[in-house]
């Protein structure tokens, strides 16, 4: 999760938090913290190693292209642009690469519609 804030009043720490409590794993990509919800945090995304599937994004959209070209040289399968988080041509870049993009939506409120 890129921007992911150990501050609790933050839209990222709760959409985090809920979706570790059903289960989901939460990799923390933030050079501002060392560990949020007791997971270790990376500076950006590549220094995670293992698979990543998901890259869900709690940035200003002009961080996006730079987050995109990481996604892309990872492999990354789906990218998830937070509400507010809209950057029509990174998102396009990242659809010619192959990856699923989903721009503007909140995942948990998706999570909650889809899955009750």
Not at 9 to 19: C, H, I, M, Q, Y
Request: charged content about 25%.
């Amino acid at each position: 999760m890129v921007g992911l804030s150990s501050n609790e009043s933050r839209p990222s720490f709760g959409v985090a938090k809920a979706l570790m409590d059903e289960g989901y794993g939460i990799v923390p990509v933030n050079p501002n913290e060392d560990k949020v919800l007791g997971e270790n945090a990376f500076t950006d995304l590549s220094h995670i190693t293992g698979m990543v599937d998901v890259v869900d994004v709690f940035r200003r959209p002009e961080h996006v292209p730079q987050i995109v070209d990481a996604c892309i040289e990872r492999g990354v399968r789906t990218l998830w642009l937070q509400e507010g988080v809209v950057h029509q041509a990174a998102a396009e870049k990242a659809a010619a690469a192959g990856i699923d993009v989903v721009m503007d939506r909140c995942m948990l409120k998706e999570y909650r519609r889809l899955l009750g």
